[in-house]
């Protein structure tokens, strides 16, 4: 981050002690507290919307998260001399939460229910004005990049180790995936499914929870999003499960945790096992891989290629426990 963007606190109400540089932002000892500076990527209207699930969450005394503060001129966004956008957050003291820590991950699902059980916006007019995700769009855009990748592999003359290995199990994550899709569109909707007066996350993962001295405090709510809740407890259990071989014990008392703040519906269920069910982890890498240079593929590549083959045999058996079909 440019040092210069330093000088754009001098725009808010604050006493600044000192700075330094954080994880692509830059942290403010302030009058204020522990402050972050960090480049703002989204539309300008969504920080306006993400402002106000904020402060709905933090009124309810129920879940802690973090504010965005205003400037002297009332404004969420300032800009540097180049015209890059950056808001200014409240941060805290604590660590990220533990994900080899079973005790710290429950809670972590106990605190999303609780998240989701107050931040039905119903009652707001500018929840009207944010989109609906559509998850079976984003799976069918998915399909789509997966199927172009298997035309240039397989027109492709030499391969590397990475592609031939790759190719060898494509038939069966690509006809997944297609399945998947239609299985999701066929069963797993209502005639009411995208009237969502609750606002996900959209990024509820370890990174994003953070353990400090007061408790759980939420961050990083740029990619909140109207979609079914179960979309911020997929990518929980879906990040946690990866990193434990996919325990049924485990997912288990996950899914306990966070019933017992708010009850999964049927619905619910069927949208989790789809959202679970669909190779996610196959696309990202395939995608990283076409996107990026092919002419050296990094052994990272092939090791987490290889980790996926063999978790998926755990994977299924997880599906079919939890979900007993």
């Known amino acids: 981050m440019n040092d210069r963007a330093v000088s754009l606190l001098d725009h808010y109400e604050i006493e600044v002690n000192r700075t330094w540089k954080g994880r692509g932002a830059i942290l403010c000892d302030s009058d204020h507290g522990l402050l972050i500076l960090k480049e703002y990527c989204g539309p300008a209207d969504k920080v306006l919307f993400q402002d106000l699930l904020l402060k709905h969450i933090n009124e309810s005394g129920?879940?802690?998260?973090?504010?965005?503060?205003?400037?002297?001129?009332?404004?969420?966004?300032?800009?540097?001399q180049d015209r890059v956008p950056y808001i200014v957050k409240t941060y805290y003291e604590g660590r990220e939460c533990n994900h080899r820590d079973a005790e710290e991950c429950r809670q972590a699902v106990s605190t999303l229910a609780k998240l989701?059980?107050?931040s039905n916006l119903s009652a707001y007019n500018e929840l009207r004005e944010q989109a609906v995700f559509r998850i079976e769009q984003e799976y069918e855009k998915h399909n789509r990049e997966l199927k172009k990748v298997r035309k240039f592999l397989r027109e492709?003359?030499?391969?590397?180790d990475f592609e031939i290995y790759l190719m060898k199990h494509y038939?069966?994550?690509?006809?997944?995936?297609?399945?998947?899709?239609d299985e999701l569109r066929y069963y797993a909707y209502e005639?009411?499914?995208?009237?969502?007066?609750?606002?996900?996350?959209?990024?509820?993962?370890?990174h994003n929870i953070m353990q400090t001295q007061e408790g759980i405090v939420l961050l990083n709510f740029e990619k909140c999003v109207r979609d079914y809740p179960v979309r911020d407890l997929n990518l929980f259990l879906r990040k946690i499960l990866e990193k434990n071989n996919w325990s049924q014990t485990l997912g288990n008392m996950l899914l306990e945790s966070y019933n017992r703040e708010r009850n999964l519906t049927n619905r619910d269920y069927k949208q989790l096992y789809y959202r679970l069910a669909?190779?996610?982890?196959?696309?990202?890498?395939?995608?990283f891989y076409y996107n990026s240079g092919k002419a050296w593929i990094?052994?990272?590549?092939?090791?987490?290629?290889?980790?996926?083959?063999?978790q998926e045999r755990e994977k299924q058996l997880f599906l079919e426990s939890i979900f007993k079909l």
């Open 191 to 206: 005639e009411d499914s995208y009237e969502f007066p609750i606002v996900c996350h959209g990024d509820y993962q370890y």
């Open 62 to 80: 129920i879940v802690q998260a973090e504010s965005i503060l205003r400037t002297r001129e009332d404004e969420m966004i300032v800009f540097d």
């Open 298 to 310: 990094p052994m990272r590549n092939m090791e987490k290629i290889e980790k996926l083959f063999a």
């Open 171 to 181: 038939d069966y994550f690509m006809n997944n995936a297609l399945q998947i899709t």
């Open 116 to 118: 989701h059980n107050i």
């Open 156 to 160: 492709k003359s030499q391969k590397t």
């Open 278 to 287: 669909y190779p996610e982890k196959f696309w990202k890498i395939v995608n």
